[in-house]
């Protein structure tokens, strides 16, 4: 077991007594974490703010919460404003000799991360990877964006921003709630409250409204990620998941949640063969060809990696965010007041 693999055990229940082991240090972490965010308000270390509207999109927690789907839905929903949307993310796993760097569809993925390649992918958005949130934004400022959205930006207080979206998975939400690496927080669960809004990430159940204009905290709404069928890797040509029941399966996730991915394709009537890898795995051929002729779905964002190691067994499985028209309202809403209040 990888230790990405056994920290995940560790933060969600299945290894106590090696989270209590952990919680030194982690008092320790939520010491220095606190620090660096109370020397960002006194402005001992600076913050910038560039010059037009940011919104991040984060989590405190470490790994998977759908936070991609939801940000890909969310450029368009800009974009159909008639805003030019400009996607600004660290490049995780990038070897790109220069930064920041304007990502499209063709660039390699070894360069920027497969992250950026598929936002550059799924959106009409200019797509800045790099490690300096300022300059990425101001990269894609410059480029023509009229709205800036930060990926996994909570916790990248130098950029400013204009609104916070935290994203929490429904399934596994705060794990134990302690602070790394006892637990799988970022930040104090106590952050929760001080966003925007708070988006609920859910896989394959029925989408339901969140009714989550509460009395207490920001508001909530549900994001039911749901999948929609099956891309060919190489040739992009699409089936229906139902072509894959009764068959033996081979399912591949080497994301935060890999679990989420397999339970889904579970209850759509797949019989499939778990292959869980560590979140942002570099893909190897001997990595996703098995000793049979039985099809492979991977994730979208295993996918980036496998176009060229791939042959017509490999199967991409997109993920598409869905809101119900209430909470498609509230995020209506916060996009309305951001935009009346910076412009």
């Not at 009395?215 to 699409?238: E, N, S, T």
């Amino acid at each position: 077991m990888g230790l990405d693999r056994y920290l995940q055990r560790v933060w969600y229940g299945k290894a106590q007594i090696s989270s209590l082991l952990l919680l030194p240090l982690s008092w320790l972490f939520g010491l220095l974490a606190a620090t660096r965010r109370v020397a960002f308000r006194a402005d001992l270390f600076k913050s910038v703010r560039v010059t037009q509207p940011v919104i991040v999109i984060g989590n405190i927690t470490v790994g998977g919460t759908g936070k991609t789907p939801f940000t890909i839905w969310l450029a368009h929903q800009i974009s159909a404003r008639g805003l030019r949307v400009g996607i600004v993310l660290r490049g995780y796993g990038g070897n790109s000799s220069t930064w920041p760097r304007r990502v499209t569809a063709d660039t390699p993925w070894e360069e920027v991360g497969d992250e950026a390649i598929l936002y550059a992918m799924r959106t009409s958005a200019i797509v800045i990877a790099g490690p300096d949130r300022v300059e990425d934004a101001r990269e894609a400022i410059a480029a023509g964006a009229q709205i800036v959205l930060s990926d996994d930006g909570l916790q990248h207080y130098r950029l400013q921003r204009d609104a916070e979206i935290l994203v929490i998975d429904e399934q596994r939400a705060l794990g134990n709630r302690r602070l790394l690496p006892a637990g799988p927080l970022r930040e104090s669960y106590e952050r929760c409250n001080e966003v925007d809004l708070r988006v609920i990430t859910r896989r394959g159940s029925a989408l339901q409204p969140s009714h989550a204009a509460s009395d207490f905290g920001p508001p909530v709404v549900l994001a039911r990620a749901g999948i929609l069928g099956a891309v060919h890797v190489r040739d992009g040509a699409q089936r229906p998941l139902s072509e894959f029941r009764g068959k033996r399966i081979h399912a591949l996730a080497a994301v935060g949640h890999p679990e989420a991915f397999f339970g889904a394709l579970r209850e759509l009537g797949l019989d499939i063969e778990e292959h869980p890898l560590d979140d942002h795995a570099k893909l190897r051929r001997e990595d996703i060809v098995f000793d049979d002729d039985a099809p492979v779905l991977m994730t979208e964002k295993d996918a980036v990696k496998c176009r060229a190691i791939s042959d017509e067994r490999h199967w991409a499985v997109p993920l598409q965010v869905e809101l119900s028209d209430h909470d498609a309202a509230i995020v209506s809403t916060l996009l309305e007041r951001l935009l009346r209040d910076t412009g």
